[in-house]
């Protein structure tokens, strides 16, 4: 999974500025982070992944980076 691509499914899904989003940024220090944000970014990794996770899975990652970590877990087991 290409980090860069990942980030910018992140700024677009939770509408921020390219570029603004980094791995280490915690999610409830981003512009956009809210329910409807957490909503988005569980409906974008569904559909650019095919990962399905829910509320509970996403609010157990505190950065971006976590949530890349578990996405690239769910891929791999998936292969």
């Known amino acids: ?3 860069a691509t990942f980030l910018g ?6 509408r921020a ?8 940024h915690r999610f409830h220090d981003l512009d956009g982070w809210d329910s409807i944000g957490a909503l988005s970014v ?7 992944y095919g990962v399905t996770m829910d509320a509970g899975e996403l609010l157990s990652c505190r950065t971006v980076g976590e949530l890349a ?11």
């Not at 499914?9 to 939770?14: A, G, V």
């Not at 569980?42 to 650019?48: G, L, N, S, T």
């Open 69 to 79: 970590g578990l996405v690239e877990r769910n891929l791999r087991k998936a292969a």
């Open 42 to 48: 569980i409906a974008v990794i569904d559909e650019r």
């Open 1 to 3: 999974m290409d980090q």
């Open 17 to 24: 500025k390219p570029g603004s989003i980094q791995m280490a």
């Open 9 to 14: 499914h992140m700024e677009e899904s939770l």
